[in-house]
């Protein structure tokens, strides 16, 4: 199984920050997770509010555990109700659906780990995650769109 290394998640959470910093974004958290939502690295600017650490923590978990970005989580969970307050059950309420939370493949396809960010607006920090992926030479879901089960490669979170 690869998994992130703290090398690269702290360049992710760095290109995060900075980027951050560039567009004027409110405070951010940025968390980074191995395959299982085992915690690689976490950082929280000042004047971040309070648990934050938590809400990028099930950012990155609802990535992980249901396979897409957090954002597509949340509006799942708006078509489907009864489908979500089972997950949050299932899950002991780990999984936050909210945009911010994307999945981090490596050049082969493989799930390596996942990033939850939060601080902003939802659309700023699903941004900002897609920024982090790519600002460190990782892959998303979307790289990988056409290796789904069309053309006989099946993507799994290893």
Known sequence: M???????????????LQRGAEIQCRPLSVLVVEPGCKVKAFQ?????????????????????????????????ADERPIFMRYLLSATDDQIFPEGGGLQIRNDDGDVIGAIGVTGDTEDKDEE??????RAAGLKLDEDFKDMGRRSGVRLTNK
């Open 44 to 76: 929280k600017e000042d004047g971040s509010s309070m648990i934050r650490f938590e809400m990028a923590f099930g950012k990155a978990y609802a990535a992980l555990a249901l396979g897409r970005s957090s954002k597509l989580v949340r509006i799942r």
């Open 128 to 133: 900002l995650a897609t920024f982090g992926i």
């Open 2 to 16: 690869s998994a992130i290394t703290l090398e690269q998640a702290n360049r992710i959470i760095a290109a995060v």
